[in-house]
């Protein structure tokens, strides 16, 4: 009977508060929300970091890709990864410690389009924008269609200094 009256002062409390708390078992969605919040912010900006060091000329808005899930992968212009973002983890596996220094290539493999992977590559050596999916491997060797928007970046003088891929899991 007790534990009654308690409950329905502590309901009597809580009507008159303007702001409701979140019940315990939303704690884990509100979590997940909060660190996906700071993981974007985090990476958002180291990219705001190069774009100021290397002068980029660019207006892309990173904290709204990040914030739908898209991949953000920055290569240097010999293709070796120098950025990527935190969420790779959960397309891939891969930590972005993992794949900084390596060519993208590293998530292909035996089953990835030959032709598909020509494609970008051409686009690449040509430094043209490029708009493929391509069957690629997570770091335990299971596929995944990736949908890969790619594009180069130049500086203000006009110089090839960076490539940038938006990626997300295709349907």
Do not use: R
Not at 68 to 83: G, P, R, Y
Not at 128 to 144: A, E, H, Q, T, V
């Amino acid at each position: 009977m007790e534990f009654l009256e308690y409950e329905k002062a502590i309901a009597k409390h809580y009507d008159t508060l303007s702001v409701m708390s979140a019940p315990l078992i939303s704690w884990d969605f509100y979590l997940q929300g909060l660190s996906k919040m700071k993981m974007s912010v985090a990476d958002a900006t180291q990219l705001k970091k190069l774009v100021y060091l290397n002068n980029w000329k660019t207006n892309w808005n990173f904290q709204e890709h990040l914030q739908n899930d898209t991949v953000i992968v920055v290569t240097d212009s010999k293709l070796k990864i120098v950025f990527a973002s935190k969420n790779i983890v959960k397309m891939n596996g891969y930590s972005p410690k993992e794949v900084i220094g390596n060519s993208p290539k590293m998530f292909q493999g035996e089953q990835t389009n030959e032709k598909i992977s020509k494609e970008i590559s051409e686009a690449v050596k040509n430094q043209k924008p490029f708009d493929k999916i391509i069957l690629n491997y997570c770091k335990d060797g299971s596929l995944y269609k990736c949908h890969i928007k790619g594009y180069p970046i130049f500086d203000k003088k006009g110089e090839l200094i960076n490539f940038i891929a938006f990626e997300k899991i295709a349907a």
